[in-house]
């Protein structure tokens, strides 16, 4: 078998290695700062959304928790495929792994958005919160708010 035989033989399979590699190579690590904790008291919950209808209260497409420390906390969210996302946010101050509120709804846990999104009686829509993400690595910060 000939040199150039040999080569391209091998250039199908070393190619799609290349491709596989290329893919990976697009992911991105999104950092959450989350700020305006005020108490060292349970654990501040960090969820991760790339579907518009899911969010804030539907699948958590990444969720990690960290202890909640005054001042920030952090967390960091790796290897995500390019794309829009939204962060939301919350301190679980009775450990019972929810958002709580009162009788009407609202929030008695301090909580927050990514890009510090509002909503207007109720939460944010994704579009006020969406966060690109590309290969580049990203820092993002919002804050805490609430009880």
């Not at 150039?4 to 596989?20: E, T």
């Not at 969820?47 to 209260?57: I, K, M, Q, S, V």
């Amino acid at each position: 078998m000939s040199i150039l035989q040999r080569a391209l033989r091998v250039l199908p399979a070393g190619g799609f290695s290349l491709f596989l590699l290329a893919g990976l190579a697009q992911a991105g690590d999104l950092t959450v700062v989350v700020s305006g904790v005020t108490k060292a008291e349970g654990q501040v919950m960090v969820a991760l959304f790339n579907d518009p209808t899911g969010f804030p209260r539907g699948k958590v497409l990444n969720g990690q928790m960290t202890p909640a420390k005054p001042g920030q906390v952090e967390v960091v969210f790796k290897d995500l495929a390019p794309g829009s996302y939204a962060v939301s946010a919350y301190q679980d101050l009775n450990g019972n792994q929810r958002l709580d509120a009162n009788m009407v709804g609202m929030p008695t846990e301090p909580f927050g958005f990514s890009r510090d999104a509002k909503g207007q009686f109720g939460p944010p829509k994704f579009d006020d919160a969406v966060v690109k993400v590309g290969a580049e690595a990203q820092r993002i910060q919002f804050k805490l708010s609430g009880q």
